[in-house]
């Protein structure tokens, strides 16, 4: 026992006069001791002996694998000593880059300490260098974020849990790890230099999942057992640390598309990355579908983090990372979960981009196949309780910060809604919809008395407010007023199973053979399956002057569907307006088979507009049409904005038309059936002014 004894005290002499040591989890500084391989030394005496040696010593005892330099200089102990024009962190970053396909065994080698073998006991050491390295000089980051690559896919692969073939010391070394990365990219975004701060990041990034990783590693807490039973005690700062740099990322992003004004490709990918991730690393669970963006939402639920609920405008507004299951959780959040006006006016404002495919540019288009998924999941239902809630808020219409007022960005949801209504996904979806949302309509006009004259006054807001609380709700009933099928012969309502269609064109729909029988020799005949000439114009009934046709077969496919539900509601608009047709033809001092009456519904609810037919037409087409008109027959014409993913010649959005003539004698039986006599109404009504292209 006496000459074990002396023989330890005998090394830590000697060991004092050329080194100083250090354990992994060593932190008591520059006093104290610690021990290696058994050997216990006091570091002061050691660093103090350490920072007598030449630098060209120093640096050939880390190339020689000797712990207890290498701890020094993983602490900064050593003065005036550069890691990178040294040469250490080169060495460092060899010895790491062999991480993959060898032990640590084999490259320690014969590694030597004062002639009794004493090798480092864990490689963490090496990667506490790095970290030390970023820390003492800035100009590493870049050296090290090029050359980490090995170590970086080593540490990812967390259901591998490998390093240098070892799982105690993947296990030893990850926190070290997480700590270098979090290192770097804070110094990264930090740099004033913007240029070499976004190679730093393209090169870190770059290196296998290491974006995902960092994504994955905020959930690591709640999803991941088999990790939590290695890590434990870190697995709760990783979880944070995880978390904080996603959000410092998109944060980065942000203030970088600020400054320049737009998105890069590159901020692009980062972004996509970040949204579109799963939660759970594929290999652990492959049948994971839930993305970050979902669980921003999940979490956003519990938390009510502002960071949280910016960061997810952020990411839906500049990239693609909504599905399906997004859509569902962000309507449970402002059904479930949200209380107060500000919260409200928030979702709404992200809603809007939520239904549209891709990023919202001028000429960006509501996506049918969102629109029709978000109605069925509650979207229309989310904004009329929004609107049930906070109607009567002093704020509903005027919004005191720098962005849209609740009652704004519920009209342009609505707005959006009622662009794709006639789509084919988007009118099933309203259909199987509408009950509910009528029984809601009239529960809230009950509730709230909009009907009251004084309802408005009371809100401070005048009776013809764009966006007042009734006017959303008419914009509502034009939308599921629009919706539905109906025979284009005798207006019927039809049920999904009682509609026949033409055997032609399958685009006009009959509640009846006898129906399509009286379309086909009034008018049809001439229109199907063929396209409108300067000979047929007056007759004509179909599709007008189509602007681009379409380029590939789900264009066309989309084309036909809205074509088809155009035709089945053209009859019910043309019925439903009689009295304002009339009206404005009266104004016009007009006959009704000289007038063409113009349907938009492109806005909601639709505007209607009665002219002359010489106010319509170019004079070619206006020749055409006076000769081929019928004068027992008023011209209607619709025009619709085509949403089937394409763009016309200018960039724009495509518009539709379609020309439809009915007998004005249906115009004026419908009148008098509603009214009792169409004369003393019609009689009673003060002219329209005529606009001034009218004289």
């Known amino acids: 026992m006496g000459a074990a004894k002396k023989k330890r005290g005998q090394q830590r002499k000697a060991a004092a006069k050329d080194y100083t040591t250090a354990t992994n989890n060593d932190t008591t500084g520059r006093s104290g001791s610690a021990t290696i391989g058994g050997v216990s030394v006091n570091k002061r005496q050691v660093i103090k002996a350490l920072n007598k040696l030449p630098q060209k010593q120093i640096v050939e005892m880390v190339q020689k694998r000797d712990p207890i330099t290498t701890y020094a200089l993983s602490e900064s102990l050593i003065k005036g000593i550069s890691y990178q024009r040294s040469g250490i962190l080169e060495s460092v970053l060899n010895f790491l880059g062999r991480c993959e396909f ?45 050359n980490i690559s090995p170590l970086v896919r080593s540490m990812c692969a967390d259901t591998k849990r490998l390093f240098f073939g070892s799982n105690k010391h993947w296990v030893d070394s990850f926190y070290s790890f997480v700590t270098l990365i979090s290192s770097l990219l804070s110094r990264m975004i930090l740099q004033s230099d913007e240029s070499g701060s976004t190679r730093i990041s393209e090169e870190l990034l770059s290196h ?11 959930y690591w807490g709640e999803h991941r057992p088999d990790i939590m039973k290695d890590l434990r005690a870190v697995v709760t700062r990783t979880v944070d640390i995880g978390k904080n740099l996603t959000k410092v990322l998109v944060r980065d992003v942000s203030d970088r598309t600020e400054r320049a004004g737009n998105l890069s490709g590159y901020d692009e990918e980062i972004l996509n990355i970040i949204g579109t991730t ?52 962000w309507i449970d959040l402002g059904t479930n979960f949200i209380s107060d006006f500000e919260s409200a006016r928030r979702v709404m404002g992200i809603s809007q981009s939520i239904i549209f495919k891709g990023i919202a540019t001028k000429n960006s288009q509501p996506s049918d196949t969102r629109v029709a998924f978000a109605i069925r999941a509650g979207l229309v239902n989310m904004c009329l309780l929004f609107l049930e809630k906070f109607g009567g808020h002093e704020s509903f219409e005027n919004n005191e910060h720098d962005a849209l007022s609740l009652s704004t960005c519920i009209r342009y949801t609505f707005e959006y809604i009622h662009e794709v209504s006639l789509q084919q996904k988007t009118a099933k979806a309203i259909r199987s919809k509408k009950s509910g949302i009528e029984d809601m309509l009239v529960h809230i006009e009950l509730n709230a008395d909009m009907s009251d004259a004084n309802f408005f006054s009371k809100l401070g807001m005048p009776n013809n407010a764009t966006d007042n609380p009734q006017s959303l709700l ?45 379309d086909w020799l009034n008018g049809h005949k001439l229109a199907c399956c063929s396209s409108p000439t300067m000979e047929n114009i007056g007759q004509f009934q179909g599709r007008m002057r189509p602007r681009k046709e379409p380029d590939d077969e789900r264009a066309a496919g989309k084309l036909k569907e809205l074509e088809t539900n155009m035709n089945m509601i053209q009859l019910k608009l043309f019925l439903d ?75 724009e959005v495509q518009l539709f038309d379609i020309q439809r003539l009915f007998p004005h004698e249906w115009l004026v039986k419908q009148t008098k059936s509603e009214l009792a006599s169409i004369e003393a109404i019609v009689a009673k009504m003060p002219p329209t002014a005529k606009p001034s292209w009218a004289y």
């Not at 060898?102 to 080698?109: I, L, S």
């Not at 260098?129 to 974020?145: F, G, S, T």
């Not at 296998?208 to 905020?218: A, D, E, F, P, S």
């Open 278 to 329: 799963p939660v759970i690393n594929k290999e652990y669970d492959p049948n994971c579908m839930v993305s970050h963006t979902e669980g921003l939402i999940r979490q956003l639920k519990k938390t009510g983090d502002e960071d949280d609920l910016t960061m997810i405008h952020f990411l839906i507004s500049n990239v693609d990372c909504v599905d399906k299951k997004v859509i569902t959780e």
């Open 577 to 651: 307006n009689a009295r304002i047709i009339l009206s404005q033809a009266r104004g016009l001092d007009t006959p009704l088979y000289d007038c063409i009456v113009t349907f938009d519904l492109r806005e909601c609810p639709p505007i209607v507009t009665t002219r002359r037919s010489s106010f319509i037409f170019d004079t070619p087409q206006r020749k055409g049409f006076e000769e081929s008109r019928s004068i027992e027959n008023i011209t209607c014409v619709y025009h619709s904005f085509s949403y089937n993913g394409e763009l016309d010649g200018k960039g």
């Open 102 to 146: 060898e032990t640590f065994e084999e490259v320690m080698g014969n590694s030597t300490f004062v002639g009794e073998r004493l090798d480092l006991v864990s490689p963490s050491i090496w990667i506490k260098v790095l970290i030390k390295a970023d820390e003492m000089e800035p100009k590493c980051a870049l050296q090290i974020a090029e």
């Open 208 to 218: 296998g999942n290491l974006l995902k990783t960092i994504v994955q590693w905020g």
């Open 474 to 518: 008419d914009m509502v009933k034009s939308i599921l007023n629009l919706n539905g099928s109906y025979c284009c012969r005798c207006n019927k309502s039809l049920s999904r199973t009682e509609v026949k269609q033409c055997n032609g064109c399958h685009q006009m729909t009959y509640c009846s053979i006898e129906c399509q029988r009286d």
